[in-house]
């Protein structure tokens, strides 16, 4: 029920609309929303920022796990 009432709220209508229109597509929209509003605010905070990785960096870390798998 707590995303239905934050779905209404963003799209402004009433949560009995939400209920009866709103797809798995407007939850997953709400998530990704939610969710960059949290990174937004983390990040000008200060809080859990993303390290910021080169591609070869990434590729690196890629590597070891595939041999720490094997």
Do not use: C, F
Request: glycine share 6%.
């Amino acid at each position: 029920m707590i995303n239905t009432g934050m779905i209404a709220k963003h799209y402004g209508v009433l949560p009995s609309q939400v209920r009866e229109h709103g797809t798995t597509y407007d939850l997953m929209i709400h998530d990704v929303m939610m969710s960059w509003e949290q990174h937004q605010q983390d990040k000008a905070s200060g809080k859990k920022t993303t390290p910021e990785l080169s591609q070869e960096e990434m590729m690196a870390a890629i590597e070891r796990v595939k041999k720490e798998k094997k």
